[in-house]
């Protein structure tokens, strides 16, 4: 996130607004609603890839970053648009701060499990937002639009300038999509500036979206955890979304907080859930999210406490159907 008129070069792929709610300091509410506090979020991980897990809770600033990630450069390597990514962020961020606020306000309500409206229809549109940015906004997601964009330049362009292609193609719509108010929505309630490009890419992402279940869980152990790539997304027809296909999504899982989490289930079993409800997290729930996050992360797994034997018996579990080649059916694997 900016600081003042200075660049930030730590540029964080998860926000660290989001990683705050997965740790120990958040669940004092106090902490966290007090616009004067001092309080140092911290996290515990477990590294996937080096089969460690964390001694002690570590800063969530010192996570989830890569330097100038989001930086386009000029001809001699310079940055240019200095933090313009950055700054967009930075918006979104503090929007998705208000909107967890909101969802915790209703949610810790015993009387709302009985609602069957619970998310208002801006909140879902502003979860699906989030959870879109988020992906496209991963180290892995800009991995990948770069070797597709060396596949169709080959070798017309350099890598940095390929790098650049992908920042402008996947990302600079955010800055249009921060100021949506009527200045720059045509009459077609489309917004002025996003290419087509853009909206396809957009729309490969939020188009299996459309239509899904919304169910928001409510785990009061609040042991839930997190990813390095945190939007868990898993479609079986995989095939067809290869091809440019719109199939919806059978599952989307993303934490909130330690004590939230989104479900969004689509597919075949669409109707065996409720439309858009409150439930609380059972001991089964609280696995299947754990397996999911350990099956979307690139590397580290988060959470608010360090991880006891039956958890790390998941982990291995999912380590070793990977070794298999088992990957699932997730859209970026």
């Known amino acids: 996130m900016p600081n003042g008129s200075n660049r930030t070069e730590k540029q964080h792929y998860v926000p660290r607004v989001y990683l705050r709610g997965f740790a120990p300091q958040y669940l004092d509410k106090c902490s966290e609603n007090s616009k004067s506090s001092k309080t140092k979020y911290c996290v515990f991980y477990y590294d996937l890839q080096e089969r460690t897990q964390s001694k002690i809770a570590v800063p969530v600033n010192s996570v989830c970053f ?14 240019v648009y200095d933090n313009r990514l950055e700054n967009c962020f930075s918006i979104l961020e503090n929007r998705y701060a208000k909107l967890r606020t909101n969802i915790e306000k209703k949610a810790f309500v015993k009387d709302n499990y009985k609602t069957k409206c619970f998310l208002t229809r801006d909140e879902k549109l502003h979860l699906m937002g989030y959870m879109t940015i988020q992906l496209l906004r991963t180290p892995t997601f800009l991995n990948l639009a770069l070797e ?9 362009k350099s890598e940095e300038q390929l790098k650049n292609i992908v920042r402008i193609q996947c990302l600079s719509f955010i800055d249009t999509y921060c100021r949506n108010d009527e200045k720059y929505v045509d009459n077609n309630k489309k917004f ?8 396809e890419i957009l729309g490969s992402i939020i188009g299996p979206m459309v239509g899904m279940s919304f169910m928001i869980g409510v785990d009061n152990k609040s042991r839930l955890i997190t990813s390095d790539n945190p939007v868990y997304i898993r479609n079986s027809n995989k095939e067809c979304l290869m091809k440019g296909e719109v199939v919806q999504n059978d599952e989307i899982i993303f934490p909130i907080t330690a ?6 289930v689509g597919g075949e079993n669409k109707d065996k859930y409720p439309k858009n409800c409150l439930f609380e997290i059972t001991d089964e729930w609280r696995k299947h999210i754990f397996e999911a996050m350990c099956r979307t992360t690139d590397r580290k797994i988060f959470s608010n406490h360090k991880f006891d034997k039956d958890e790390l018996k998941i982990i291995d579990g999912v380590l070793n159907d990977k070794a298999k080649g088992d990957t699932e059916c997730h859209i970026l694997t």
């Open 66 to 79: 890569e330097r100038d990630l989001y930086e386009v450069t000029g001809k001699k390597g310079e940055v």
């Open 148 to 156: 597709v964009a060396k596949e169709v330049w080959k070798n017309d």
């Open 192 to 199: 002025v500036g996003i290419s087509d490009n853009q909206f």
């Open 259 to 264: 004590s939230l989490c989104l479900i969004m």
